[in-house]
Nanobody, 124 residues
Framework: QVKLVESGGGLVQAGDSLRLSCAASRRPISSYAMGWFRQAPGKEREFVAAISGSGSITYYADSVKGRFTISRDNAKNTVSLQMNSLKPEDTAVYYC?????????????????WGQGTQVTVSS
């Protein structure tokens, strides 16, 4: 099993930035599309962003487009989510996931592997 571990969450003020990281236990991960998801209290899991295995194509939810940037470093076996201009409604547990089919991530919200999540809290 591939293990994914998220890090970088924390408590910030509205307008601040955070960078989340997801590290995979095995190399290489270039054959996997990677995605970020979030779940706020009382809400369903929400797709945030995804990136193709090569890193050449990215996808974003409308709610984060223009503020968040997903990237990957296959040499370091990581995928990151740069979050700028954070809003209180961004508060959630953020999860990374890996799947060989990017459609599964961005549309179905399915992944072969999931991380345990990292908490992001944005105060107003």
């Amino acid at each position: 099993q591939v293990k994914l571990v998220e890090s970088g969450g924390g408590l910030v003020q509205a307008g601040d930035s955070l960078r989340l990281s997801c590290a995979a236990s095995r190399r290489p991960i270039s054959s996997y599309a990677m995605g970020w998801f979030r779940q706020a209290p009382g809400k369903e899991r929400e797709f945030v962003a995804a990136i193709s295995g090569s890193g050449s194509i990215t996808y974003y939810a409308d709610s984060v487009k223009g503020r968040f940037t997903i990237s990957r470093d296959n040499a370091k076996n990581t995928v990151s989510l740069q979050m700028n201009s954070l809003k209180p409604e961004d508060t959630a547990v953020y999860y990374c996931g890996a799947d060989q089919i990017v459609y599964n991530l961005r549309v179905v919200m399915k992944a072969d592997y999931w991380g345990q999540g990292t908490q992001v809290t944005v105060s107003s």
